[in-house]
T-cell receptor
Framework: DGGITQSPKYLFRKEGQNVTLSCEQNLNHDAMYWYRQDPGQGLRLIYYSQIVNDFQKGDIAEGYSVSREKKESFPLTVTSAQKNPTAFYLC??????????????FGPGTRLTVL | AQSVSQHNHHVILSEAASLELGCNYSYGGTVNLFWYVQYPGQHLQLLLKYFSGDPLVKGIKGFEAEFIKSKFSFNLRKPSVQWSDTAEYFCAVNARTGGFKTIFGAGTRLFVKA
């Protein structure tokens, strides 16, 4: 089955450590996204990538970094500079073409807790 | 800047009651509109979408939404809810010239009592 996988489902880290969240898709989609979901705030865009080796900052990129070396993979690193990293992180993708017309396909999410 | 406002953060209904969830957006240009749903323990998934044409859009599981351009609204409705509709619902807007960025509302948690 085609879809998006995120691992791990739950992640615990000590304060001050960097952590990388995995996102893999086998939908052959060009665009990929990272969102952060906090209660009462909906989904906020962290980074997005339209094609391999290219990515743009979203609305809350500070303290995060990404890479897009392969079409199917878009890992997110939560650095120690992120002041409030405990959250639910969602990865999504959309098919090629004009992004505005495409529904987003979401992964199951990773819940990160920083102790 | 674009924004999306969902008026109700928590809604509790009994089965068979009618549902209307409000969504307003702030953007003066042409938009594409979406409702997504997140059932407990499941992925966020598309419920319905509006791009153009008939402003009354029908989606999965008996949901529909009406785009009222003059009110910048895209409210979600269902005539008779079921216990299985318990979920969190997100309204989302994408400016047609904005390409890949979609703005999501804060979400509405719906709980349907059996």
């Amino acid at each position: 089955d085609g879809g998006i996988t995120q691992s791990p489902k739950y992640l615990f880290r000590k304060e001050g450590q960097n952590v990388t969240l995995s996102c893999e898709q086998n939908l052959n989609h060009d665009a990929m996204y990272w969102y952060r979901q906090d209660p009462g705030q909906g989904l906020r865009l962290i980074y997005y990538s339209q094609i391999v080796n290219d990515f743009q900052k979203g609305d809350i990129a500070e303290g995060y970094s990404v890479s897009r070396e392969k079409k199917e993979s878009f890992p997110l690193t939560v650095t120690s500079a992120q002041k409030n990293p405990t959250a639910f992180y969602l990865c999504a993708s959309t098919p090629s073409g004009t992004g505005a017309y495409n529904e987003q396909f979401f992964g199951p999410g990773t819940r990160l807790t920083v102790l | 800047a674009q924004s999306v406002s969902q008026h109700n953060h928590h809604v509790i209904l009994s089965e068979a009651a009618s549902l209307e969830l409000g969504c307003n957006y702030s953007y003066g240009g042409t938009v594409n509109l979406f409702w997504y749903v997140q059932y407990p323990g499941q992925h966020l998934q598309l419920l319905l979408k509006y791009f153009s044409g008939d402003p009354l859009v029908k989606g999965i599981k008996g949901f529909e939404a009406e785009f009222i351009k003059s009110k910048f609204s895209f409210n979600l409705r269902k005539p008779s809810v079921q216990w299985s509709d318990t979920a969190e619902y997100f309204c989302a807007v994408n400016a047609r010239t904005g390409g890949f960025k979609t703005i999501f509302g804060a979400g509405t948690r719906l709980f349907v009592k059996a």
